[in-house]
């Protein structure tokens, strides 16, 4: 059964950086891309970006562009979505979901059963 | 950027009533790329339909999507206890975007 499963929830102060992991399971992890979409609590989805499993291409939502870092380690199947710079608006529920390994535009199945970041101080 | 306006934003209804969704772009979007979702509470998200109207593996043929250019419409005919979630509709034709979701709930 193809599965992403992701890194435990984090509570961080603003102005630190998290790094969630996403690990595939039970499909060529090469032959697909991964999405990161976020969702803030009683709010809807969020795309933030994609990576490539095939090539480690990048496309980035131009909201995030430059506090977040995509990197995929195709040796352990596990992608990885880095936020810097957190706010208290920051604070969501933050999803993998497998994707394209071509371009970021596509369909998003499966996704992961999302990671909880919480930006407090 | 194309942005989805998803009505209503609530729809209450009772079991084996029937839903009607609406997705409406602001640009025309090629069938091939408007895709739904169905989120229950406490849950990631899940594929519905794609392509407009095409099922998902295992979802249920009383799923079904229609629509074309900016108007597309998601119809659950015959609501069963777990249909009663948020559904989003997204696009990527240009760019990727989602709408902001219609919450079905039980009337």
């Known amino acids: 059964q193809i599965q992403l499963l992701q890194s435990g929830a984090e509570v961080k102060k603003p102005g630190a950086s998290v790094k969630v992991s996403c690990k595939a399971s039970?499909?060529?992890?090469?032959?697909?891309?991964i999405n990161w979409v976020r969702q803030a609590p009683g709010q809807g989805l969020e795309w933030m970006g994609w990576?490539?499993?095939?090539?480690?291409?990048?496309r980035y939502d131009q909201k995030f562009q430059d506090r977040v870092t995509l990197t995929a380690d195709t040796s352990t199947t596990t992608a990885y979505m880095e936020l810097r710079s957190l706010r208290s608006d920051d604070t969501a529920v933050y999803y993998c979901a497998r994707g394209s390994a071509s371009d970021y535009r596509s369909n998003f199945d499966p996704w992961g059963p999302g990671t909880l970041v919480t930006v407090s101080s | 950027e194309i942005v989805l306006t998803q009505s209503p934003g609530t729809l209450s209804l009772s079991p084996g009533e029937s839903a009607t969704l609406s997705c409406r772009a602001s640009?025309?979007?090629?069938?091939?790329?408007l895709t739904w979702y169905q989120q229950k509470p406490g849950q990631a998200p899940r594929l519905l339909i794609y392509?407009?109207?095409s099922r998902a593996t295992d979802i249920p043929d009383r799923f079904s999507g229609s629509g074309s250019g900016t108007d597309f419409t998601l119809t659950i005919s015959r609501l069963e206890p777990e249909d009663f979630a948020v559904y989003y509709c997204q696009q990527f034709g240009d760019s990727l975007t989602f709408g902001g979701g219609t919450k079905v709930e039980i009337k």
């Open positions: 990576i490539s499993g095939y090539n480690g291409d990048t």
């Open positions: 640009q025309s979007v090629s069938s091939s790329y």
């Open positions: 039970a499909y060529t992890f090469t032959s697909y891309g």
């Open positions: 392509g407009a109207s």
